[in-house]
């Protein structure tokens, strides 16, 4: 079974400060990882994934994610957090064998001005 | 680009009730989901076609019943409403043979059961 953890449900920080929000995830096999964006009553965006390659993976909107194989984690992050990016962020895992894509529980992102 | 629609938007039922919430992606995508989304659970996949002809249970498919009528559409039937289905439904594709997971949702469909 695969399963991801997002530990805060809430993060908040000021305009400009960098922002982090944090995943872990559990796979059987080697895992695909994902992040997306929800904004008020709309659908889930697709930011950025992790297949293979490159442990750190660039995505939309300025967001970057690293992949820690030892830590079993796929963080986000932003380098200077805008207002714009208040939001409900999830990370989701697959299994390379599987199709089924697995949600975190969501983690709410307040950037004030 | 119209990209997943789904439809209806919103919808309220009385226990007991059955309705399907449609959904049609024009992307020629193979595979196709359900999932349901309730505060503080994030998203559970309720059903999955990976690919026209076939259809799967995903984490919470109880009291639901899925149809992929062919490879644009992918309908999600409710046969007797409980207040307990009152989620936000959404409806996904993806489109890569070896399913490296970029999904593509649809809007949402609200639904209460009362």
């Known amino acids: 079974a695969q399963s991801v953890a997002q530990p805060e449900d809430q993060v908040n920080v000021a305009e400009g400060n960098p922002l982090t929000v944090k995943c872990t995830y559990s796979?059987?096999?080697?895992?695909?990882l994902f992040w997306y964006v929800q904004y008020p009553n709309r659908g889930l965006q697709f930011l950025l994934k992790y297949i293979t390659g490159d442990n750190l993976v660039k995505g939309s909107y300025g967001f970057e994610a690293e992949f820690n194989k030892s830590q079993t984690s796929f963080h986000l992050k932003k380098p200077s957090a805008l207002v714009s990016d208040s939001a409900l962020y999830f990370c989701?895992?697959?299994?390379?064998?599987?199709?089924?894509?697995?949600f975190g529980a969501g983690t709410t992102v307040t950037v004030r001005a | 680009n119209a990209g997943v629609t789904q439809t209806p938007k919103f919808q309220v039922l009385k226990t007991g009730q059955s309705m399907t919430l449609q959904c049609a992606q024009d992307m020629n995508h193979n595979s196709m989901y359900w999932y349901r989304q309730d505060p503080g659970m994030g998203l559970r996949l309720i059903y999955y076609s990976a690919s026209e002809g076939t259809t799967d249970k995903g984490e919470v498919p109880n009291g639901y019943n899925v149809s992929r009528l062919n490879k644009r559409e992918f309908s999600l039937r409710l046969e007797s409403a409980a207040p307990s289905q009152t989620s936000v439904y959404f409806c996904?594709?993806?489109?890569?043979?070896?399913?490296?997971?970029?999904?593509?949702f649809g809007e949402g469909s609200r639904l209460t059961v009362l």
């Open positions: 989701a895992v697959r299994d390379l064998r599987d199709y089924k894509l697995s």
């Open positions: 796979v059987s096999g080697n895992p695909y």
């Open positions: 996904a594709s993806s489109g890569l043979a070896v399913n490296t997971g970029e999904l593509f």
